[in-house]
């Protein structure tokens, strides 16, 4: 049985918008998983040394790994942090333009059962990895920048959403 395409259309993201199917990436969509570790009223930031920009530790699934076995090494070769429990959090779908050319990416970010206060550092050269306040967010320079929006909707609910691609 075939289902219609409008069927999948129709179904709403996260902030109320609906999918637009006419909008495509010229090559594939990358895969990255992040990490979203709270403790108390902090959160664990990264940043590539030298840039403005914040997002939430992890990078991109290489082929052949499942998502949550590419978040325990990245959290282990960027952090020295071993991710205990984790739990789905949401997908965020972003498109841009890189090298001039349109890309799409796709972040699957878990929440990270962890005590990481005082136990955790940079263990690469280029990255830095850092304690900022909740309440510091709207301050800060976030890729993506739906991240205020999924960051407060899971601590309120802890119910998994996707948000969709931004620019509509």
């Known amino acids: 049985m075939t289902l219609p395409e409008s069927l ?13 199917p006419s909008r495509r990436a010229a090559g594939p969509v990358r895969i990255n998983v992040r990490a979203l570790l709270v403790e108390g009223d902090r959160i664990l930031l990264a940043n590539v040394r030298g840039q403005s920009t914040f997002h939430l530790p992890g990078g991109r699934v290489p082929p052949g ?21 984790v739990t789905f959090v949401g997908c965020v779908e972003t498109t841009g333009v890189e090298h001039g050319e349109p890309v799409a990416e796709l972040d699957v970010v878990f929440a990270v059962d962890r005590s990481w206060a005082g136990e955790f550092g940079s263990r690469l050269d ?11 967010l709207s301050d800060l320079q976030l890729r993506p920048d739906v991240l205020r929006q999924l960051i407060p909707d899971w601590l309120l609910h802890a119910r998994p959403a996707w948000y969709g691609a931004s620019g509509r």
């Open 126 to 136: 280029d990255l830095d990895i850092v304690s900022a306040s909740l309440a510091s």
């Open 65 to 85: 790994d499942s998502v949550q076995t590419a978040l325990r090494r990245l959290l282990d070769e960027q952090a020295g942090i071993d991710a205990d429990q």
């Open 8 to 20: 999948f259309a129709t179904a709403p993201i996260a902030d109320g918008t609906r999918p637009d």
